[in-house]
């Protein structure tokens, strides 16, 4: 007797839709409850032994004695995972907040054929208004928003794409396995059906399109935690990093790598520790001042999201602290492996500071701009590293983030 295995096919798929759904949460109900204390108390830590590890600082790069070789992080003798911005490059963003957004934003920005990005279709019109070119207030040519609820354009894109971007700004919140067994799917995405305008397949690592998968994870050593920083995250804070999830982390580690593996695709683990800013700076100063040099100088980087927008959505005073940060905090520091530490008994000031000098920040536009560039390199493939910050009000230069991968990956 034959059985007919379509009814289970459907419910299956139906299922993969709801986690999808419920994956790519809402970046406003995000917000809307990220700065309220949680109703329990998370405390637990956890404590591993700490690395010594050369920091590589953006304020502090000497550009004449580079000339460090970067050595090649992965393992393996496949062919390069590189993908290169192209016209036929494909790059695909899950994951819930404001991070997968501005990720997406970026890979557009920095020139790849496609840059598509996951999205409950309740939320279509907050994420478009976060994605719009300022200048024009449309999209991107290059710029897809996918509906969760569009399953075969996901499917078809999964097929195609040559990397995916992995995020969630939510301190607590981890990608449950079978999302991300559904989205790394060897059936999904080994299927090269589906070519470029070419007539290529973008298939340049064995058999399959997907190259990369570029996961944001957290500083999981446990360095600069404690009793301080959990009482931050209740009183100041509630997306403070308090180390209180970590073993959920490290299974969703394993869990990505594991998945790579099946599919024949390399992977990059990015760490952050309380994810701040993300936003363009101040338009109106850029816009309103004088000469092109005082512009200059108000630091306005419309690559990230749009400010009167975000600053509007996560303010909580009369000033937005997120505002503040992103003025202030434009540095960027990479270390490799799990070793950047929290902010111990500063933790009080540091959950809302804005003046860079803490450990244990990130910002949102410094670990986006290091997972859309990781894409870049042989060097990031297979490993992990973390974001952390830097006082200064300018973004890094193309130079400097080479020279900062150079020195991060380079033989000690």
């Known amino acids: 007797m034959t059985t007919n295995t379509r009814p289970r096919r459907i419910t299956a798929a139906l299922r993969n839709v709801s986690l999808l759904l419920l994956l790519c949460e809402s970046p406003q109900q995000h917000f809307a409850n990220a700065f309220s204390p949680p109703a329990t108390t998370l405390v637990s830590t956890l404590s591993r032994s700490s690395r010594t590890q050369r920091i ?46 501005l990720l997406a934003k970026l890979a557009s920005h920095r020139g790849h054929g496609k840059s598509w990005i996951l999205c409950p279709d309740a939320d279509a019109n907050v994420m478009n208004q976060l994605l719009e070119e ?3 207030t449309l999209l991107p040519e290059n710029l897809e928003i996918v509906l969760a609820s569009n399953t075969p354009r996901i ?18 919140r981890v990608m449950d396995p079978n999302v991300i067994n559904y989205l790394l799917d060897p059936t999904m995405v080994n299927n090269n059906n589906n070519s470029n305008n070419n007539g290529d397949t973008n298939n340049n690592n064995g058999n399959i399109n997907m190259k990369r998968i570029v996961a944001m994870s957290r500083n999981l050593n446990g360095s600069g935690m404690g009793f301080f920083v959990s ?5 100041a804070n509630a997306q403070v990093w308090d180390n209180s999830n970590a073993e959920a982390l ?23 520790g309380t994810l701040k800013g993300g936003a363009s700076g101040d338009r109106t100063a850029a816009t309103t001042s004088s000469t092109d040099a005082d512009a200059a100088n108000n630091y306005y980087y419309p690559q990230y999201l749009p400010g009167e927008i975000y600053y509007d959505m996560t303010k909580s005073d009369i000033i ?13 520091k990479l270390q490799k492996g799990d070793v950047l530490p929290g902010p111990g008994m500063k933790a009080v000031f540091a959950a809302i500071g804005s ?25 990031t493939a297979n490993v992990d590293f973390g974001v952390g910050t830097e006082k200064s009000r300018r973004v890094p230069s193309e130079e400097e983030w080479m020279t900062m991968f150079q020195q991060c990956f380079s033989s000690v």
């Open 56 to 101: 590589c600082s953006s304020s502090s790069l000497n550009m004449a004695s580079s000339t460090t070789t970067a050595a090649a992080a992965s393992t393996t003798t496949k062919t390069s995972s590189i993908v290169l911005p192209s016209e036929s490059s494909i790059v695909g963003t899950v994951g819930s907040g404001y991070l997968p957004i």
């Open 134 to 136: 300022q200048s024009t």
């Open 155 to 172: 499917t078809e894109l999964l097929s195609q794409s040559n990397a995916l971007f992995i995020a969630t700004d939510d301190a607590e």
């Open 231 to 235: 009482a931050s995250k209740r009183a």
């Open 250 to 272: 490290a299974a969703y580690e394993t869990n990505i790598k594991e998945a790579c593996s099946k599919i024949g695709a390399d992977w990059t683990i990015v760490r952050a």
């Open 320 to 332: 937005s602290w997120q505002f503040l940060f992103d003025i202030n905090v434009r540095g960027v």
């Open 355 to 379: 003046d860079g000098s803490y450990d244990g920040d990130t910002s949102r536009a410094g670990i986006a701009e290091a997972m859309v560039r990781s894409l870049e390199m042989d060097m």
